[in-house]
């Protein structure tokens, strides 16, 4: 595997589910992001992990719950999820600190449906 | 962060050079320019970056006026699987994670 990896692709839930979203990144990387995209609106950043760290947290609801293990994995508990919440959620990486402006890679998303 | 503005479509003829205008007037001077693209329901893919100078790679030119109050992406040989939305995004130095701010971008249309 390469770059970065998401599992599942697709995933159709109910609103009483327990489910978790699961990135992996091959990179060496050290940030890992968690970002949703709504149809027909801008990337909207929910997490931001450095050095296994949450760094930062847009008010995100709380029924989105990310994990960190390492720097390599990153996962998007979700529980109770409403309707609105279908979208595409997109794993990103890049390298961190030092002051550069380090690219970020993405994973191809899990397009998530809520019935 | 600095506002990007970006044309919302743009056309162009396949096998000529694709130019996506950017505008920040408001960008400061640790504020870098990147450009990402995101095909129809995949993941965004990085394009290139640069802060004052003008710069190249394998998949474009970026060209930054003096003043940096705007920039240019060039697609030199645009092909159909450029079809795209290319989004423009100012994002400071940072020592820590940092999330970009897409915006709406500019929708390219690649024709035959």
């Known amino acids: 595997e390469t770059g970065v990896t998401q599992t599942p692709r697709h995933l159709v839930m109910g609103m009483t589910n327990k489910k978790s979203l699961k990135c992996e990144q091959h990179l060496g990387h050290n940030a890992m992001y968690w970002y949703k995209q709504s149809a027909k609106k801008p990337l909207e950043l929910m997490f931001v992990y450095s050095l296994e760290e949450r760094v930062e947290n847009n008010s995100v609801p709380s029924r989105f719950s990310p994990e960190c293990p390492n720097s390599s994995h990153l996962f998007l508990h979700l529980h109770t999820l409403q309707p609105e919440d279908s979208a595409l959620y997109l794993c990103a990486s890049s390298q961190d600190g030092g002051g550069l402006p380090y690219e970020q890679y993405f994973g191809p998303g899990t397009r998530l449906t809520v019935t | 962060d600095a506002k990007t503005t970006q044309p919302p479509s743009m056309d162009c003829a396949e096998g000529r050079a694709a130019n996506l205008p950017c505008n920040h007037s408001?960008?400061?001077?640790?504020?870098?320019v990147y450009w990402y693209r995101q095909i129809h329901s995949q993941g965004p893919q990085y394009i290139i970056h640069?802060?004052?100078n003008n710069e190249t790679n394998e998949m474009a030119s970026l060209i930054i006026t003096e003043d940096r109050k705007s920039s240019t992406l060039i697609l030199p040989h645009a092909t159909l699987r450029d079809t795209a939305v290319y989004y423009c995004i100012v994002r400071p130095i940072s020592n820590s994670g940092y999330a970009l701010n897409f915006g709406k971008g500019t929708s390219l249309l690649v024709t035959p």
């Open positions: 408001t960008i400061s001077g640790n504020e870098y």
């Open positions: 640069g802060l004052k």
